[in-house]
């Protein structure tokens, strides 16, 4: 899949912006703080519905503007073509695919985008909600009931939270445990087996990235005691949850976490070594992806140069230019592993909110 156009108004620098892309490699090149990893910003909104940067959602917006839109025309691997437009105005958002108005989860099934940027070691050593969105956003697009299973547990989960709060008693908790258990083991089982799926994928691009470390593993803690059944723990853990007012056990609790026999815990890792392992992460779903779907993952690398060794640049280059996918890459100039001219590149100049070719 490739996005073959892009549109953009009002967001962070940009007013008015429509470009049309190639469907192989384009660099987007301009000095720092010219606009060239909102452009990447936008694309992923499309496929994930939230930023990849940290902060509130009208941050976003383009200052002293009401809010932002952006439009990405994607063409499938098969030739059909896709609309897609996500909005949020005035603190209402929505989506839109081929005109019509669709959910985010419609938006996000429609689209896939994956990117590694400088934020991307976060999913090693930031907080577990990070980890559980970059896995269940893989677990969405290759388990067709994923999402209504975690809408179905969501919802029993603040039932539950609700009524922990108010004190309520046994007969009152019971039946939105019995309901958070269906749900929760449900979830459970499709991380777990997607994270069998995604670990030798994982394990064969962390040899390359990462030799010096030995075997990588990826280990995933699923929110609960292992050999216990979630009604159980849950029927267990009532009385600490009433003392604390919320849920402690579950799949809202599941976490993951990589490993080497030279560095099992992520603690010993160096800030270079967690940058290789989340880029390996982010090269192993969109692997992952395309081994389920049939086709590649539109592959966005933020300012690739500063934050990889030239080592390391060429072996992306060379698992991008493999897979085939469409790349978007950003840099204060063209990454040296792009101007051997040995693959064709569109470039793009970027200044304060402008675009060039």
């Known amino acids: 899949m490739h996005l073959a156009e892009l549109r953009i108004q009002n967001l962070r620098l940009f007013s008015d912006l429509a470009t049309e892309l190639s469907p192989g490699w384009n660099a987007f090149v301009g000095a720092n703080g010219s606009g060239k990893t909102s452009l990447l910003e936008a694309a992923f909104l499309l496929s994930h519905g939230h930023s990849f940067r940290p902060g509130q959602r009208d941050v976003l917006s383009r200052i002293d503007s009401p809010g932002y839109s952006v439009f990405g025309r994607l063409v499938r691997a098969n030739g059909v073509e896709r609309r897609l437009g996500l909005s949020r105005i ?12 669709a959910g985010l989860g419609t938006l996000v099934e429609s689209c896939a985008i994956v990117c590694f940027e400088p934020g991307s070691h976060e999913l090693i050593i930031g907080p577990a909600e990070e980890r559980r969105r970059f896995l269940d956003w893989g677990v969405f697009h290759v388990e067709h009931d994923f999402l209504r299973q975690w809408r179905r547990y969501q919802r029993a989960l603040r039932q539950r939270n609700q009524a922990l709060r108010e004190g309520a008693g046994v007969d009152l908790l019971e039946p939105w445990e019995a309901e958070l258990a269906q749900a929760g083991t449900s979830l459970a089982a499709m991380r777990q087996a997607y994270a069998g799926r995604l670990s030798p994928i994982l394990g064969e691009l962390l040899g390359e ?3 010096e470390l030995g075997q990588a593993s990826f280990v995933l803690n699923r929110g609960w005691k292992d050999g216990v059944d979630l009604a159980e723990a849950l029927a267990d853990g009532r009385d600490r949850d009433r003392e604390r007012g919320h849920t402690g056990r579950g799949p809202h609790r599941a976490d993951w976490s990589v490993g080497f026999e030279a560095a099992p815990r992520r603690e010993h890792l160096s800030r270079g070594q967690e940058k290789l392992c989340a880029l390996a992460l982010v090269l192993a779903q969109a692997r992952l992806y395309a081994e389920h779907v049939g086709e590649w993952p539109v592959l966005c690398f933020d300012d690739l140069a500063s934050e990889l060794d030239q080592t390391h640049q060429e072996l992306v280059v060379a698992v ?13 100039e063209l990454p040296i592993s792009l101007k051997s001219g040995s693959r064709p590149v569109r470039v793009f100049h970027v200044e304060q909110g402008r675009i060039r070719a």
Do not use: I, K, N
Not at 90 to 101: F, K, L, T, Y
Not at 320 to 332: D, K, M, N, P, Y
């Open 320 to 332: 991008a230019a493999a897979s085939e996918a469409q790349v978007l890459v950003t840099g204060t």
């Open 90 to 101: 005035a603190g209402r958002v929505e989506a839109r695919v081929d005109g019509v108005a």
């Open 209 to 211: 990235f990462l030799s």
